[in-house]
Nanobody
Framework: VQLQAFGGGLVQAGGSLRLSCAASGRTSSNVAMGWFRQAPGKEREFVGFISWTGDNTYYADSVKGRFTISRDNAKNTMYLQMAILKPEDTSVYYC?????????????????WGQGTLVTVSS
């Protein structure tokens, strides 16, 4: 599976942005996936998870109520709708495929990381 994340950019605090993660490959439609982010000098941080059907989603407390993950399996694309953005949301955002058996918030349970897309939130 190959992933490509895009849609990042510069946005003012309180604004919205939608990221996309386009997947290609043989099993790109029946896999659970996740979003992570990494700010300069910090460790990679879990943002959210979505099951392969899209029926189940989980979010980090820091984004719960503001971010929404969805997917369109017909288009092999996962989305991250971000609202009420804060300067602390500034990070490079990554998408990845959940290939493990453990905690869905653990980046070690993911593979096939896409290249990140930078989101910058100005105050």
């Amino acid at each position: 599976v190959q992933l490509q994340a895009f849609g990042g950019g510069l946005v003012q605090a309180g604004g919205s942005l939608r990221l996309s993660c386009a997947a290609s490959g043989r099993t790109s439609s029946n896999v659970a996936m996740g979003w992570f982010r990494q700010a300069p000098g910090k460790e990679r941080e879990f943002v959210g998870f979505i099951s392969w059907t899209g029926d189940n989603t989980y979010y980090a407390d820091s984004v719960k109520g503001r971010f929404t993950i969805s997917r369109d399996n017909a288009k092999n694309t996962m989305y991250l709708q971000m609202a009420i953005l804060k300067p602390e949301d500034t990070s490079v955002y990554y998408c990845a495929v959940y290939t493990g058996w453990g905690n869905w918030y653990d980046p070690n349970e993911y593979s096939y990381w896409g290249q990140g897309t930078l989101v910058t939130v100005s105050s």
